[in-house]
């Protein structure tokens, strides 16, 4: 027989406490900016746009996406941490 697994230690409770609400909008807001800017991003290869209309297109949905992940991966950390 197998030996025995405790199984408390698998599901302590966090240190960390709960999810804030800054953190639940703020992964909200990365989110939207994220796929947004590669939805506008897509925008910017239209055959309807002069080529300086698509590669302003183009870069405003970039740095949207940049922007989302900015967010996301260095912003809400830090104010967690505070």
Same mark, same amino acid.
Request: a negative charge.
């Given at each position: 027989?197998?030996?025995?697994?405790?199984?408390? $230690?698998?599901?302590? $409770?966090?240190?960390?406490?709960?999810?804030?609400?800054?953190?639940?909008?703020?992964?909200?807001?990365?989110?939207?900016?994220?796929?947004?800017?590669?939805?506008?991003?897509?925008y910017?290869?239209?055959? $309807?746009?002069?080529? $300086?209309?698509?590669?302003?297109?183009?870069?405003g949905?970039?740095?949207?996406?940049?922007?989302?992940?900015?967010?996301?991966?260095?912003i809400?950390?830090?104010?967690?941490?505070?």
């Amino acid at each position: 027989m197998a030996a025995k697994q405790n199984n408390d $230690e698998l599901f302590a $409770e966090s240190s960390r406490g709960a999810t804030s609400a800054l953190t639940f909008f703020g992964f909200i807001i990365s989110f939207v900016l994220f796929f947004g800017g590669m939805v506008v991003f897509s925008y910017g290869f239209g055959a $309807e746009l002069s080529s $300086e209309q698509g590669l302003i297109t183009y870069a405003g949905g970039l740095a949207a996406s940049f922007l989302g992940v900015i967010v996301a991966i260095g912003i809400i950390p830090a104010i967690e941490k505070k």
